[in-house]
């Protein structure tokens, strides 16, 4: 299954509303999960199940959609949140990723 | 407390094999798969590979069939992961992840990873 995510790259502003999407080449229900990475990092698992925000992640973190289309939304962009979102279809085998939105600073 | 510590840093160099080592202290061992993924310099994250530590049964990305095997021991919850005929392409942090197993209200499993190793830095260069 492959993962395409829009757009690759977005520059924003703190406050701002971020939207990225990933869309799979076929159906994957809700199994979908978000991931954060920082530079030299681990990603960080933020939602599961395409909605299912993880504990301990902050609540403007949302995601959204079924089947083949998906959004990752963050309400109000904070500093600490310029990084890599990837999104992962877990569906079957391959449990393939999206190719990845950097976040950068406006 | 749940934690994935992997070995450290390798270089190699083309056709050799490396062995990287994922240790899981903190949880039941058998009850979690373990899962691979790698991320070349400046590129996203590739799956690699599962295995199931109840079992030792494993699936591997297509593209490495033949030259990845991960196994594991249930004695010290440790997974490995062991490439061979290394190549340049191959330079790559290697991540170890847990997946984890959620159920919703109406009995359907999702999954995740949840933890993630520190990555290993495999550097294949002549």
């Known amino acids: 299954i492959q993962l395409t995510q829009s757009p690759s790259s977005l520059s924003a502003s703190v406050g701002d509303r971020v939207i990225i999407t990933c869309r799979a080449s076929?159906?994957?229900?809700?199994?979908l999960a978000w991931y954060q990475q920082k530079p030299g990092k681990a990603p960080k698992v933020l939602i599961y199940?395409?909605?299912t925000l993880q504990s301990g992640v902050p609540s403007r973190f949302s995601g959204s959609g079924s089947g083949t289309d998906f959004t990752l939304t963050i309400s109000s962009l904070q500093p600490e949140d310029f990084a890599t979102y990837y999104c992962?279809?877990?569906?079957?085998?391959?449990?393939?990723f999206g190719g990845g939105t950097k976040v950068e600073i406006k | 407390q749940v934690q994935l510590v992997q070995s450290g840093a390798e270089v190699k160099k083309p056709g050799a094999s490396v062995k990287v080592s994922c240790k899981a202290p903190?949880?039941?061992?058998?009850?979690?798969?373990v899962h691979w993924v790698r991320q070349a310099p400046g590129r996203g994250l590739e799956w690699v590979g599962i295995?199931?530590?109840?079992?030792?049964?494993?699936s591997y990305a297509q593209e490495l069939q033949g030259r990845v095997t991960m196994t594991g021991d249930t004695s010290t919850n440790t997974v490995y992961m062991e490439l061979s005929s290394l190549r340049s392409e191959d330079t790559a942090v290697y991540y170890c992840?847990?997946?984890?197993?959620?159920?919703?209200?109406?009995?359907?499993?999702?999954?995740?990873?949840?933890?993630w190793g520190q990555g290993t830095l495999v550097t294949v260069s002549s």
């Open positions: 992840a847990r997946e984890a197993r959620y159920r919703d209200s109406g009995g359907s499993y999702f999954y995740y990873f949840d933890y």
């Open positions: 903190g949880y039941t061992f058998t009850n979690h798969y």
């Open positions: 295995f199931n530590p109840a079992g030792g049964t494993t």
């Open positions: 076929q159906g994957i229900a809700i199994n």
């Open positions: 199940a395409a909605s």
């Open positions: 992962q279809q877990l569906d079957n085998y391959p449990r393939s």
